[in-house]
C-alpha cells in the first residue's frame, strides 16, 4: 500500500513563507505526476501546482511567482515553497500522486491534508 503524509503547515503571518511537504512511502515503482491542492472554507478544492515525473511544473495564476512546486526523487517527496503568503491563501493544503506500485498498475493516491492559515 502507499502513503502520501503531508507536513510544513501552520500559521503565519501576511508576507510570511512556509514549506509544505508531502513524503510518499509503500511499495513504489514510480511516481508520476503529482499535485497540490487546497480547499477553503465554504470553497470547492482548486489545483495549485502541478510537477511532472520529467520536471515540468505549472501553476494557477493567483500563486505565479510566489510558489515553487518541486521534487526529490530519491526521496519520492514533492515540495511546495510558498512565499509572500496572503490571508486568501488560508486553507487545507493536500498532495495527490499517480503512483506505480511493484503490485498493480497506476492510481491515484491522496494525503490526509495540513491546514495552512495565513494572518492579516
Same mark, same amino acid.
Given at each position: @500500500?502507499?502513503?502520501?503524509?503531508?507536513?510544513?503547515?501552520?500559521?503565519? @503571518?501576511?508576507?510570511?513563507?512556509?514549506?509544505?511537504?508531502?513524503? *510518499?512511502?509503500?511499495?513504489?515503482?514510480?511516481?508520476?505526476? #503529482?499535485?497540490?491542492?487546497?480547499? *477553503?472554507?465554504?470553497? @470547492?478544492?482548486?489545483?495549485?501546482?502541478?510537477?511532472?515525473?520529467?520536471?515540468?511544473?505549472?501553476?494557477?495564476?493567483?500563486?505565479?511567482? !510566489?510558489?515553487?512546486?518541486?521534487?526529490?526523487?530519491?526521496?519520492?517527496?514533492? $515540495?511546495? @515553497? #510558498?512565499?509572500?503568503?496572503?490571508?486568501?491563501?488560508? *486553507?487545507?493544503? $493536500?498532495?495527490?500522486?499517480?503512483?506505480?506500485?511493484? !503490485?498493480?498498475?497506476? !492510481?491515484?493516491?491522496?494525503?490526509?491534508?495540513?491546514?495552512?492559515?495565513?494572518?492579516?
Amino acid at each position: @500500500q502507499v502513503q502520501l503524509v503531508e507536513s510544513g503547515g501552520g500559521l503565519v @503571518q501576511a508576507g510570511g513563507s512556509l514549506r509544505l511537504s508531502c513524503a *510518499a512511502s509503500g511499495s513504489i515503482y514510480s511516481i508520476n505526476v #503529482m499535485r497540490w491542492y487546497r480547499q *477553503a472554507p465554504g470553497k @470547492q478544492r482548486e489545483l495549485v501546482a502541478a510537477i511532472t515525473s520529467g520536471g515540468s511544473t505549472n501553476y494557477i495564476d493567483s500563486v505565479k511567482g !510566489r510558489f515553487t512546486i518541486s521534487k526529490d526523487n530519491a526521496k519520492n517527496t514533492v $515540495y511546495l @515553497q #510558498m512565499n509572500s503568503l496572503k490571508p486568501e491563501d488560508t *486553507a487545507v493544503y $493536500y498532495c495527490n500522486g499517480w503512483v506505480t506500485t511493484s !503490485r498493480g498498475p497506476e !492510481r491515484l493516491y491522496w494525503g490526509q491534508g495540513t491546514q495552512v492559515t495565513v494572518s492579516s
